[in-house]
């Protein structure tokens, strides 16, 4: 089970406009991953600002770099993200198991 501490760097992390897309880019990229120029391009950031979140999203442990040749390549770090998941959700329904609707009845 994750500890209290890494929860909250985690949603530190993730508690800012352009960490938060950065990250969520890279959850629909996948397993692949992408480059820092990819991403840059993709979201309008120069790179010394995507470099200073991409460090801060690695420091709480929701992005992972590999260098492949000359270039380096970050993944969201599934692992991490479904732990956080399941720190918030540990105690749900108090210990019922909960169903969720695909579509939750609206009031209009």
């Known amino acids: 089970m994750m500890e209290e501490t890494q929860v909250i760097r985690a949603l530190l992390a993730l508690a800012q406009a352009s960490r938060l897309q950065v990250f969520r880019l890279l959850v629909v990229a996948g397993r692949a991953g992408l480059t820092p120029g990819h991403m840059a391009e993709q979201l309008g950031l120069p790179g010394a600002t995507l470099s200073f979140h991409l460090k801060e999203l690695a420091h709480a442990g929701l992005v992972s770099q590999e260098r492949a040749g000359r270039n ?10 479904n732990a956080v998941l399941a720190f918030l959700t540990a105690n749900c329904c108090q210990g019922e198991e909960c169903t969720v609707s695909a579509a939750p009845n609206r009031v209009c």
């Open 72 to 81: 380096l390549i970050y993944r969201a770090s599934f692992d991490q993200m």
